[in-house]
């Protein structure tokens, strides 16, 4: 089992940036990658971010590239996530999750934060 504990969500104004984390703790030894993803109200989850494990290679969806930035704290178990010129579409729900080795899935996910974005 792998534990998530995120942080960082809040209200900002369009334009602003914010910085999520996420800890993780208990089987670290067995993430194959991280990432982030969001769900807006009334819409489904989705992905935005990933990085793996080993050789720090990320991923983006194309609706926040060259806006995000997902980034590991190689001394612990920790990813972030750096949110710059927010856009208020860019407010949901954020989830950090695991994807394991020897797993097609993200089987362990974060209890989510909420990031709002004003006009």
């Known amino acids: 089992q792998v534990q998530l504990a995120e942080s960082g969500g809040g209200l900002v104004q369009a334009g602003g940036s914010l910085r999520l984390s996420c800890a993780a703790s208990g089987r670290t030894f067995s993430i194959y990658q991280m990432g982030w993803f969001r769900q807006a109200l009334g819409k489904e989850r989705e992905f935005v971010a990933a990085?793996?494990?080993?050789?720090?290679?990320?991923y983006y969806a194309a609706s926040v590239k060259g806006r995000f930035t997902i980034s590991r704290e190689n001394a612990k178990d920790l990813i972030y996530l750096q949110m710059n010129s927010l856009k208020p579409e860019d407010t949901a729900v954020y989830y950090c999750?695991?994807?394991?080795?020897?797993?097609?899935?993200?089987?362990?996910w974060g209890q989510g934060t909420q990031v709002t974005v004003s006009s």
């Open positions: 999750a695991v994807h394991p080795m020897g797993s097609n899935v993200w089987n362990y």
């Open positions: 990085i793996r494990w080993s050789g720090d290679t990320t």
